[in-house]
C-alpha cells in the first residue's frame, strides 16, 4: 500500500513530465516557426524535410511539392549502382571505356579536365567519385548506362516505397532541353526518407554504404548544409544547381544530406529551392541557416 508521501512523489512525478513535456512540444512548434520563416520569407520557392534519427519526428515547410533535383539525383543513380554492386551485377573495379566522342566537352566534367581530348579507361568506382563527389555529368551519364538507363534507375527507388520521385532524363538530355530539367523531380519528404533508407535500412551492404559515405562527406558546395555549422561538424551530402534562364531565374539551388550532431546521433535533411529570383549567397544562406536552426536546437544551444 502506498504511504502519503509515496503518492506525492508519484504525482510530482507526473506534474514534472507533463510540465517538461508540454515545454519540448513548445519548443518544437517555436522551431517549426523558424524554419518556416526562414523558408518563405524570399523570392522563391523553398521545400524542408528533416527528420530525426528514429523517423519519429520530421520538420517540414513545403514537404509534398515537386522540386526539380538537378545534380542531387546523382545520389539516386549512385544506390542503384551500388545495389548492382551489391548484387554482383557489377563490381567496383570493374574497368570501361568512354570513347572520345562520348564526352561532352562543354559540361561540368572535372574527369574531362583530367583526361582531355581522348579516350578514358576508368573504374566504376572512379565514376562513382566523379559523379558523388564532384558533380561531373559525363561521369553521371556513363553510370547511367551501366545502371541500364534512367528507367532502371527510378524503378529501383520506387522499389524501395520512395514513389515520389521522378528519374527520367540524363545529364545530356537536361542540356538539349530546359524544360527536361524538371522531369527528375522529388519531394522533400520523398528525399529525406531515402536518405534514413540508405543510413538506417541496410538497403546496401555495410562496404557499400562506407564508399557512398566517403564520397558524400567529400561532395562539393559547402556552403549549403554545411555554411553556417562548426567547422568540425560531420556533413554527407549531395548538392544539385541548375543554371539561370535568360531573367535570372535559377530553377534549382538544393542539397541534401545526413548531418551527425555533437552526440553522435543524425538528422537528415532536404532543401530544395526552385525558381528563385536571389543571388547565390542567398540561396546558399536559406539551406545553411535552416541546416543550423535545428543543429542548434537539438546541439541544446
Known amino acids: 500500500m502506498l504511504t502519503r508521501q509515496t503518492h506525492f512523489f508519484f504525482l510530482f512525478l507526473v506534474i514534472l513530465f507533463s510540465t517538461l513535456s508540454v515545454h519540448a512540444?513548445?519548443?518544437?512548434?517555436?522551431?517549426?516557426?523558424?524554419?518556416?520563416?526562414?523558408?518563405?520569407?524570399?523570392?522563391?520557392?523553398?521545400?524542408?524535410?528533416?527528420?530525426?534519427?528514429?523517423?519519429?519526428?520530421?520538420f517540414g515547410v513545403n514537404g509534398d511539392h515537386h522540386f526539380a533535383m538537378q545534380s542531387v539525383y546523382k545520389f539516386h543513380l549512385a544506390l542503384a549502382l551500388l545495389h548492382l554492386v551489391d548484387d554482383g551485377k557489377l563490381q567496383l573495379e570493374q574497368v570501361v571505356t568512354l570513347r572520345k566522342e562520348q564526352i561532352d566537352t562543354?559540361?561540368?566534367?572535372?574527369?574531362?579536365?583530367?583526361?582531355?581530348?581522348?579516350?578514358?579507361?576508368?573504374?566504376?568506382?572512379?565514376?562513382?567519385?566523379?559523379?558523388?563527389?564532384?558533380?561531373?555529368?559525363?561521369?553521371?551519364?556513363a553510370l547511367f548506362q551501366l545502371a541500364g538507363g534512367t528507367k532502371a534507375v527510378n524503378e529501383y527507388i520506387h522499389s524501395l516505397q520512395v514513389e515520389d520521385v521522378s528519374v527520367a532524363a540524363t545529364e545530356g538530355e537536361m542540356k538539349?532541353?530546359?524544360?527536361?530539367?524538371?522531369?527528375?523531380?522529388?519531394?522533400?519528404?520523398?528525399?529525406?526518407?531515402?536518405?534514413?533508407?540508405?543510413d538506417r535500412a541496410s538497403i546496401l551492404s555495410t562496404a557499400s554504404h562506407d564508399y557512398l559515405w566517403e564520397l558524400m562527406m567529400a561532395s562539393v558546395k559547402a556552403d549549403?548544409?554545411?555554411?553556417?555549422?562548426?567547422?568540425?561538424?560531420?556533413?554527407?551530402?549531395?548538392?544539385?544547381?541548375?543554371?539561370?534562364?535568360?531573367?535570372?531565374?535559377?530553377?534549382?539551388?538544393?542539397?541534401?544530406?545526413?548531418?551527425?550532431?555533437?552526440?553522435g546521433s543524425r538528422f537528415y535533411i532536404s532543401v530544395?529551392?526552385?525558381?528563385?529570383?536571389?543571388?547565390?549567397?542567398?540561396?546558399?544562406?536559406?539551406?545553411?541557416?535552416?541546416?543550423?536552426?535545428?543543429?542548434?536546437?537539438y546541439s541544446g544551444k
Open 25 to 58: 512540444q513548445v519548443a518544437r512548434r517555436e522551431l517549426q516557426k523558424k524554419i518556416a520563416a526562414v523558408a518563405n520569407a524570399h523570392a522563391a520557392t523553398v521545400g524542408v524535410t528533416i527528420q530525426n534519427a528514429e523517423g519519429t519526428e520530421s
Open 106 to 141: 562543354d559540361t561540368h566534367s572535372p574527369m574531362h579536365d583530367a583526361y582531355p581530348d581522348q579516350d578514358i579507361t576508368i573504374s566504376i568506382k572512379e565514376l562513382l567519385r566523379y559523379t558523388v563527389s564532384l558533380s561531373d555529368n559525363n561521369a553521371c551519364d
Open 176 to 198: 538539349k532541353d530546359g524544360t527536361v530539367q524538371f522531369a527528375n523531380w522529388s519531394t522533400p519528404r520523398a528525399a529525406t526518407r531515402l536518405l534514413w533508407l540508405y
Open 224 to 263: 549549403r548544409l554545411k555554411g553556417k555549422l562548426p567547422a568540425h561538424a560531420s556533413v554527407a551530402h549531395k548538392p544539385g544547381t541548375s543554371g539561370r534562364d535568360q531573367e535570372g531565374i535559377r530553377a534549382a539551388f538544393n542539397d541534401i544530406g545526413i548531418v551527425t550532431l555533437p552526440d
Open 272 to 297: 530544395f529551392i526552385n525558381n528563385s529570383k536571389e543571388p547565390d549567397e542567398v540561396n546558399a544562406g536559406i539551406i545553411a541557416d535552416i541546416t543550423r536552426l535545428y543543429y542548434d536546437f
